[in-house]
């Protein structure tokens, strides 16, 4: 990866303040940034996370003794550097709501049930070709309050972690299609057209398992012009 930061990746991030996003009038920063040099130990590590990642910790759908309700998928793609180079032992975590558009979360209020055959978080690190891959269930729509009849679109949210701890991509992903896009003002922060569809996964029939699985390639872009849009918030 170059070491000058290109800065046609902050082009695609979302604004800090998003009016129809009401959460970013109070998050917002008020005063201008300042950069804050990084310390050596966040440089240089830790090295999150990458040795607690146990084999299975990609499927979902394993982590209790049933079965998750819901339509199960596979989730998979490369996590890639701005020129389209492979990025290999980067630790991938994703998580999420159930089936019916619930978080095993204990400010979820959403009415619809827990499912207690899944919990929603896996992890796994990227092999030398830079590829993941996950077994889950298609997470559901749900309210979440921020106007009027407002839902969010199905959603995965995926966080990168490179060799540091400052090194760090969250992003969300969503399905193709989705009839909420248009609705949605934290899938609509990102302004740039072509930066919000690559925040879509796109159906893959190859990928497919017949009478088991449907598939779904999520490439994660670390930075550069065709950047992934970062997740500047801990919202839902």
């Not at 990746?9 to 040099?37: A, D, G, V």
Request: charged share 20%; glycine share 6%.
């Amino acid at each position: 990866m170059a070491l000058i930061y290109p800065t046609k990746s902050l082009e695609s991030f979302p604004k800090h303040l998003t009016p129809n996003y009401k959460s970013t009038l109070k998050r917002s920063p008020t005063k201008p940034l300042m950069i804050i040099p990084h310390t050596l130990s966040e440089l240089t590590g830790p090295v999150y996370g990458h040795n607690a990642v146990q084999e299975g910790d990609n499927d979902l759908t394993k982590q209790h003794a049933g079965e998750p309700l819901g339509e199960r998928i596979i989730v998979h793609g490369q996590v890639l550097d701005e020129d389209k180079r492979p990025v290999k032992s980067a630790l991938v975590e994703l998580w999420q709501a159930n089936a019916c558009g619930r978080y095993v979360h204990n400010v979820d209020q959403h009415p619809a049930p827990l499912d207690p055959n899944f919990t929603g978080a896996g992890r796994t690190i990227t092999d030398d070709n830079g590829y993941y891959k996950f077994i889950t269930v298609k997470p559901g729509a749900y309210p979440w309050g921020n106007h009027h009849n407002a839902w969010r679109p199905n959603h995965i949210h995926f966080s990168v972690f490179g060799h540091s701890f400052v090194s760090r991509l969250v992003t969300q992903m969503y399905f193709p299609g989705d009839y909420l896009f248009p609705y949605d003002p934290i899938f609509n922060s990102v302004t740039d057209e072509k930066a919000r569809n690559r925040m879509v996964a796109s159906f893959d029939l190859e990928n497919t398992v017949p009478d088991w699985a449907l598939a779904f390639k999520f490439d994660i872009v670390l930075r550069g012009r065709e950047a992934t849009p970062l997740d500047n918030d801990d919202h839902h």
